[in-house]
């Protein structure tokens, strides 16, 4: 069976330092993974999207990035965090290709910036 | 542009009452739709998803939901609630095609069970 894990699960830094949030999934070969961040009470907001090694969508302006490295990891960084990157980062897989697959997701990383 | 909108932020509902959370879905073309559980501090647990065929479908947990073309609906039920189902409910449509594979998500109702 398929499993996804993230790291840490929680992590307080201060403004102005840099971030990595790693994610990886196993049972599985060639998925897509997403990043989301969910702000506190609010839905969830897609980061990044990944339907391949090298192919990551941007969905929203930041000063976050993503790589993927390997074929499945996924992983989220920052070189200056803000006050505003505090949240709940989900990491997510699907079945890999455009198909229309469901998302399963990880158990969260939960980010203070200080 | 797709967007999903889940019009109640909180419900409350006592223990052994039915239920019924709402999500209206815009979508050009044939909705993949998703019901997804968020207990705090964890992640996302797909409650059932349709694809096509029956606009009935049944979960996980006992919810089902039903999509109403006409209404464009995808409204998750339960008949009888229990205190464990307390947690955020949301609603996702997915958005596929040419190097696009991604979910739409709603704001989430956040549902609260009295005893």
């Known amino acids: 069976s398929q499993t996804i894990h993230q790291w840490p699960a929680t992590l307080v830094q201060p403004v102005g330092s840099p971030l990595s949030l790693e994610c990886t999934v196993e049972?599985?070969?060639?998925?897509?993974l997403y990043w989301y961040r969910q702000a506190a009470g609010r839905g969830l907001q897609l980061l990044f999207y990944?339907?391949?090694?090298?192919?990551i969508s941007s969905e929203v302006p930041q000063n976050l990035s993503a790589s993927r490295p390997q074929d499945r990891q996924f992983i989220l960084s920052s070189k200056k965090l803000l006050l505003s990157d505090s949240g709940f980062y989900l990491c997510a897989w699907s079945r890999g290709g455009t198909g229309a697959y469901e998302q399963y997701f990880g158990p969260g990383t939960r980010l203070t910036v200080t | 542009a797709q967007s999903v909108t889940q019009p109640d932020i909180h419900i409350t509902v006592s223990e052994g009452a039915s239920l019924e959370l709402r999500c209206n879905y815009s979508y050009g073309a044939t909705p993949y739709l998703f019901w997804y559980v968020q207990s705090p501090g964890q992640g996302l647990q797909l409650l059932l998803k349709?694809?096509?065929?029956?606009?009935l479908v049944q979960g996980i947990k006992g919810f089902e939901a039903e999509f109403k073309r006409s209404q464009s609906s995808f409204n998750l039920r339960k008949p009888s609630v229990h205190w464990s189902d307390a947690a955020e409910y949301f609603c996702?449509?997915?958005?596929?095609?040419?190097?696009?594979?991604?979910?739409?998500f709603g704001t989430g109702t956040l549902l609260a069970i009295q005893p």
């Open positions: 996702a449509v997915g958005s596929y095609g040419g190097a696009t594979n991604k979910l739409i």
């Open positions: 049972g599985t070969s060639n998925p897509n």
């Open positions: 990944s339907i391949g090694i090298d192919q």
């Open positions: 349709y694809f096509s065929g029956d606009t």
